[in-house]
């Protein structure tokens, strides 16, 4: 952070439109998606850090819904990230708004008035009908792999000093975002990995990869590989009521990894909201453009070539979210080309329980 007696760092290029447009504000409401992953968490505090050394504005990081991933609630807490939960009555209040990792017109954040949005950084396709708030400073590269990476490039360019607690948050955020570089990285995300390597904790970012996970995370492991379905070279998932919105894009990534699979579809729900991922291994396939049209008019997505996700309202009748499941599976096999009666589940029918085949190694053993 810096001192009182330091002067703030000169910003040049993109940074320096940016706090150009913070000219007269002097307290500002950092605003990630709902139910945040590390690249939204990253960034946020990123962004902070990036502020506390070019400006006088005072921040503070908030979200909306809940943080259910184990990993993810490490983070804050070993990386002591200063980050709270908010309600909608409560962004309402803010007369300056930044919004890192989200659209402002997105359903999976709390959306401040337009006329209190100052910044929106993003990295994620954006829709055909999404509109800036006036006077809003914009940073979209959908080119890029994570929102954590385009912060790090200000902290870079700008010559920012970064301390380890901030470099591990914004280096874990682009390594998540881009699945350990194995999904819609870009040249210039390593690029920025590989300057925040040096200022990072390898000790912190080994705890919060290996933090324990609850028993209930299992669980839906057992109800995504339960539920699948194979058509053709595409594998879906129905995981149901869910508590945890954020795992359905883990199982999506899980199912990606069956052998022969090209592409992979989650979706779960929640009071009446329907949480679906799509992944895929086909370059140019644009998973986010397809994930925009699944969301249709009733909801909202985002995403990149290889994986995207997005939100769907539906009815919060447990009949109705069931039904509306399976239609959101039903469309997404169709836009493929695929038609789900010709499916077949994961697991092959003519295998026997586990606990039959350990009897029968045993008796091979003893023959032995």
């Known amino acids: ?87 909608a009555k409560q962004v309402a ?80 955020g682009i390594k998540t975002d881009i699945r350990d570089l194995g999904r819609d990285k870009r040249d210039v995300d390593l690029a920025m990995m590989q300057f925040l390597f040096p200022k990072i904790s390898l000790r912190w970012l080994w705890k919060i990869e290996r933090t324990p996970v609850p028993r209930e995370y299992f669980r839906y492991f057992a109800v995504a590989i339960n539920s699948a379905v194979i058509v053709g070279d595409a594998i879906v998932s129905d995981l149901g009521g869910t508590d945890f919105p954020e795992v359905v894009a883990e199982m999506a990534d899980f199912l990606l990894k069956v052998k022969g699979m090209r592409w992979s579809f989650c979706v779960g729900s929640k009071n009446g909201k329907l949480f679906f991922s799509a992944r895929t291994l086909r370059r ?52 493929l080309g695929r038609e789900f009666a010709a499916g077949q589940g994961l697991l092959p029918r003519d295998v026997p329980p586990p606990e039959e085949r350990v009897d029968e190694l045993s008796e091979n053993e003893e023959k032995k």
């Open 1 to 87: 952070m810096t001192k009182k007696s330091d002067p703030p760092i000169e910003p040049q290029g993109k940074l320096k439109e940016l706090v150009d447009a913070l000219a007269n504000v002097d307290r500002l409401l950092i605003l990630t998606h709902n139910n945040p992953d590390p690249d939204s968490i990253g960034s946020a505090l990123g962004l902070r850090h990036v502020l506390q050394h070019t400006t006088k504005v005072k921040s503070r990081l908030a979200y909306g819904g809940n943080v259910g991933r184990a990993e993810n609630r490490a983070m804050i807490t070993l990386l002591r990230v200063p980050i709270h939960e908010i309600t």
């Open 93 to 172: 209040r803010y007369k300056n708004v930044a919004i890192v990792d989200a659209l402002p017109d997105a359903q999976n954040i709390l959306a401040p008035a337009a006329r209190s949005c100052r910044i929106v950084i993003d990295h994620h396709l954006r829709r055909a009908k999404s509109k800036e708030p006036p006077n809003c400073f914009s940073d979209f590269r959908p080119q890029y792999g994570a929102t954590s990476t385009i912060i790090t490039e200000y902290v870079k360019t700008n010559n920012i000093p970064l301390n380890a607690r901030v470099a591990t948050a914004l280096y874990y």
């Open 284 to 335: 140019g396939r644009r998973a986010g453009a397809l994930a925009a049209r699944l969301a249709g008019r009733k909801g909202s997505a985002g995403g990149h070539d290889r994986s995207a996700g997005g939100i769907v309202e539906a009815d919060a009748a447990p009949e109705a979210e069931a039904k509306a499941r399976q239609e959101l599976i039903e469309r997404f096999l169709r836009s």
